[in-house]
Each structure stands twice: as structure tokens, then as C-alpha cells.
């Protein structure tokens, strides 16, 4: 784990050098989007984290590092894994699945951090018009949280970073989620039924009497 985190520190280290000593354009092409989900209190969701290139030419990307926040204590991230909906950005060349290394880097709670490189080290060329997918974040609600829509917001970079083959840092625009909260179905108490079960006999005999 120690090696993972060192390698991945170097890689976005360079990309953090190349950032400042270049330039960089005043929009970027690339677009990451946090998904929305809705649950009600007391169950579990899931939603993708994805990117896309709004440029004309190719992207390459070879180097993700995500992180996100919520503040409602009622909503717990639970975890992120590849089955994103898009293609996942590294299907066949994943850093983490080839070396037997965990996705997620951070604790269950109101924040998850998730991270993963081309294992080739090529990258994928993203073309333009093109989505993918970065991470399908799972998570959960308490019951009797409160019903609302509560947003789920992309953690500025350094802490969500992408780079290319060639270690140099791409910027991206990031759309931040929601997680929207519905009232759970209430489940009524034994004795409400009681006086229901009570009235059915009568109801049957005077159904007799009328025959």
C-alpha cells in the first residue's frame, strides 16, 4: 500500500509541476460530472462519477484521483467500484485491478476518495464527443433522515486530479450531484390493525343477514 501511494503521489506530484509551468487554458475541453440519485430514508443508491470530452481533438487520460463531499450527516458513502454505466475509463488496463489494489483510498463517511492509473501506462484517448466512466459511488441513507435534495460536490483539484501519459495535468470543469431523500413509506403499528380485525365479523353477519 505504501508503494501504491508513493507512485501515485510521484505521478500527480510531476502533473502538479507540469500545471504550474505551462499553461493552462482558460476553459478546459474536459468535464467530469457527479451523478444524481434518489432513495428514500433508510435504504441505499448508487450514482457514476463521469467524464467527457467537450473538445474537437482527442484527451488522453492515464492518472484519476477523485474525491467527493457531502454535509448531510444522514448520507454515508459506502464505497465506489468500476461498474460505471459508460465504459470504465480503464476497462483492461487498471492500475488497481491488475496490481490487486483497492479503488477506494478513504473510510466510509461523508467524504470518499477514489483513485486509479493505465496500468500500461498509454492511457485511453478519450475522443471528442465522448463520455466514460470514472467510478460508481455506492451509498446509504438513515432512517428517518430528513427529505430534501442535498448536493454531492466534486473536491476542487489537488484533491480530484487528472493526468496523461506523459504526466502532465489535465484540467477539467467539474458539474456537481445531488442525492435527493424521500420520506420513508411509514409501517403502521400491530393496533392500528386491531380495530379493523374486530369489525370483520360484524361486517360478515350482517352480510348473512341481508341473504
Known amino acids: 500500500m505504501k508503494n501504491r501511494s508513493r507512485v501515485r503521489t510521484a505521478l500527480f506530484a510531476i502533473g502538479t509541476l507540469a500545471l504550474l509551468g505551462g499553461a493552462v487554458p482558460a476553459r478546459a475541453a474536459v ?5 444524481s440519485a434518489t432513495v428514500s430514508a433508510g435504504g441505499s443508491g448508487s450514482f457514476d462519477i463521469t467524464l467527457a470530452n467537450t473538445g474537437l481533438t482527442a484527451q488522453n487520460i492515464a492518472g484519476v484521483g477523485l474525491a467527493i463531499a457531502t454535509t448531510n450527516p444522514d448520507i454515508t458513502f459506502t464505497g465506489a467500484d468500476f461498474s460505471t454505466l459508460l465504459p470504465y475509463v480503464f476497462a483492461g488496463d487498471s492500475w488497481d485491478v491488475a496490481n490487486g489494489f483497492a479503488f477506494v483510498t478513504s473510510a466510509p463517511g461523508q467524504t ?11 492511457g485511453n484517448n478519450i475522443a471528442a464527443a465522448t463520455s466514460v466512466g470514472l467510478a460508481r459511488v455506492l451509498f ?72
Do not use: K
Not at 31 to 35: A, I, S, W
Open 31 to 35: 468535464v467530469v460530472n457527479v451523478g
Open 112 to 122: 470518499l476518495s477514489a483513485s486509479d492509473l493505465s496500468n500500461s501506462g498509454a
Open 140 to 211: 446509504s441513507v438513515i432512517g428517518g433522515a430528513t427529505p430534501g435534495s442535498f448536493p454531492v460536490t466534486l473536491t476542487a483539484y489537488p484533491a480530484t486530479s487528472l493526468n496523461d501519459s506523459t504526466f502532465v495535468n489535465v484540467p477539467f470543469t467539474s458539474v456537481n450531484g445531488t442525492i435527493t431523500i424521500q420520506a420513508g413509506t411509514a409501517v403502521p403499528e400491530p393496533s392500528a390493525f386491531l380495530p379493523l380485525l374486530l369489525s370483520v365479523p360484524f361486517l360478515l353477519r350482517g352480510a348473512r343477514r341481508r341473504r
